[in-house]
């Protein structure tokens, strides 16, 4: 009776084991050797007994610390890639941007997924590292705005099934790209200006020629009508990329106290990361919020740090996108077979630390 019971329980874990493999993806996480343990009410010898043939036989993969997974197919075996995802960032001042990819490779290796970070200078830097490679399952390539040449992406392409961009300024490639449209969210913001009275609304952007960034002063220049070709008196350009602002750029782009007739009664700033730095503009400046000048910032509208839980915002969630990131990375590394496309962020704005997300921006 005592071997009856014993092999009745290796079935059972068997059965369970091999109904997962046939219902699942390449990749897969399967049920924990406690787990099974638990809900077998069977011993660790018993489960890992089980395991060894499907193990062998390549059903199954068991890494340390990674748990058990449904094996790739023999055409897609793991020794031929060096990892799973490989991450590419230029490397840049913004700690919002690393963060983000810092918290990624967490969740992805929590997964069981083989992750490889590596920041480059500029493209000859990272053309050297992929020379030095074998395959990838998917890169994921953060550029902080920067100009992304052809051949650098046709690179990326040589040694990775798949390419996923953090940014929607590369749109229209053989890749998944995943952002916010900028010029949305400035165009809502300003619009909520004008409903409160403002008529003299100023934006403080970066200088930089991204297409984004370009495309986000060129649409400040259609909201408030400006014609030029002078200077608009009320666009304030800053000599650094979003996220590398300084104290003194901040500074700059804020009225006198007290505000003459022509200063700016309403301010919008894309591109601060500490909330804190606007902060001491304007003890400096000796202005009063809501009263000498209204603010308003684009970004993230669930990052503490660049509002200080004081200025109204508008953008993105910060963590949606690491949601999508992770299901757009997790699918491509799982070989999904669906087109690459542009996937837009939803805009969202906090007003008085009322949170509203604008459906209408996902169209």
């Not at 901040?250 to 006198?256: D, I, R, S």
Request: charged share 25%.
């Amino acid at each position: 009776m005592k071997i009856k019971s014993k092999m009745s329980k290796d079935a059972a874990v068997r059965n369970k084991l091999k109904r997962k493999i046939a219902e699942g993806q390449p990749g897969d996480r399967l049920p924990r050797v406690r787990d099974l343990m638990s809900e077998f009410g069977t011993s660790q010898r018993v489960v890992e007994r089980v395991l060894a043939p499907l193990i062998e036989d390549g059903q199954i993969t068991a890494r340390p610390g990674a748990g058990l997974h449904i094996a790739q197919q023999p055409d897609e075996a793991e020794a031929v890639f060096n990892a799973d995802c490989l991450i590419l960032y230029r490397a840049s001042e913004s700690r919002l941007a690393r963060r983000l990819l810092v918290e990624l490779v967490n969740r992805l290796r929590r997964n069981g997924y083989r992750v490889e970070m590596k920041a480059f200078v500029d493209e000859a830097e990272g053309e050297s590292f992929l020379e030095r490679q074998g395959r990838f399952r998917c890169c994921l390539l953060q550029t902080n705005f920067e100009v992304v040449s052809v051949r650098f992406l046709a690179r990326i392409l040589d040694c990775a099934d798949a390419l996923v961009v953090d940014g929607v300024s590369l749109t229209g490639i053989d890749a998944d790209v995943i952002g916010t449209n900028w010029r949305e969210a400035l165009s809502v913001g300003y619009r909520m200006l004008q409903d409160r009275g403002h008529s003299r609304i100023g934006f403080l952007t970066s200088a930089h020629d991204a297409r984004q960034i370009a495309m986000a002063r060129r649409e400040f220049l259609l909201l408030s009508g400006w014609e030029g070709p002078a200077p608009h008196p009320r666009l304030h350009t800053v000599a650094a990329l979003p996220g590398s602002y300084r104290h003194s750029d901040l500074v700059g782009a804020l009225p006198e106290s007290p505000p003459d007739a022509a200063a700016s009664t309403a301010l919008i700033i894309w591109g601060l990361v500490e909330g804190r730095l606007l902060d001491a503009a304007l003890q400096e400046k000796n202005l009063k919020l809501g009263e000498d000048v209204s603010l308003l910032l684009l970004g993230s509208v669930d990052v503490p740090s660049e509002h200080v839980s004081r200025f109204d915002i508008v953008g993105n969630s910060d963590r949606e996108k690491l949601d999508l990131f992770e299901t757009v990375v997790t699918a491509r590394i799982k070989g999904s077979k669906e087109p690459p496309r542009t996937h837009y962020l939803p805009i969202y704005t906090v007003v008085n630390g009322s949170i509203q997300r604008h459906d209408a921006t996902l169209a």
